[in-house]
């Protein structure tokens, strides 16, 4: 399983409204996000540094983005510094989606200072942010820790983490959210208020076809 696991079924759980205002860093996990968010026919306002993002989004009418200025960064395909932050700063989301280098106790830590510092700017002008990282990143360790969990609402990955992580994310009110690999159907892990349950999805009617529909 890859960052390309976290489809459609698990934004849907990410975000339910329409004309949110959405912030999204780079990496490989949000641009997969952001690929599920382009054929969504909801409208969106979305802050991004990413020029990867920027441009996968843009194909879609009804999401506008919005880009800052900075500094260009080949290896990260976006923009960073003073410039970017001060700009983000300038704006209120719903919801922020950042990725991460690693997956630690402490918290997501990443490699790019720079990056770990637009995060940070981004969570703080965000009601609710949510950490889009797949099961790789799993006690990796990176240079800078981003945060500490009590500051993520949520985490959307494609694998169960290790027990200790579990806890630790019950520990600090963080949901969970687990996408099945290879399969539409999710299994939802909720550690907010009613401390863990497992779901599975109701049955999609069948099509025209005979085949299940689409969700």
Request: with cysteine.
């Amino acid at each position: 399983p890859t960052s390309e696991q976290i489809k459609q079924g698990d934004l849907d759980l990410v975000i339910a409204g329409t004309h949110d205002a959405v912030m999204m860093d780079t990496g490989t996990t949000t641009l997969e996000v952001a690929k599920a968010m382009s054929i969504r026919a909801v409208p969106l306002t979305v802050i991004t540094n990413s020029y990867v993002v920027a441009t996968i989004l843009g194909s879609n009418p009804l999401i506008r983005v919005i880009m800052p200025p900075g500094e260009f960064s080949a290896a990260e395909a976006a923009v960073l510094g003073f410039e970017t932050n001060e700009f983000v700063r300038r704006f209120n989301a719903n919801i922020c989606i950042i990725g991460a280098s690693g997956i630690t106790p402490a918290g997501p830590a990443n490699t790019n200072l720079d990056a770990a510092r637009l995060k940070r700017t981004m969570m703080s002008r965000a009601h609710r942010t949510i950490l889009a990282a797949d099961h790789s990143k799993f006690e990796r360790n990176a240079l800078e820790t981003v945060c500490p969990w009590s500051d993520i609402g949520a985490v959307v990955t494609d694998r169960m983490p290790a027990k200790a992580l579990i806890e630790i994310l019950e520990s600090n009110g963080v949901a969970l959210t687990v996408a099945l690999a290879g399969v539409r159907a999710q299994l939802l892990v909720r550690i907010r208020g009613d401390r863990g349950f497992y779901r599975q999805p109701p049955a999609r009617p069948a099509g025209a076809n005979g085949r299940p529909g689409p969700h």
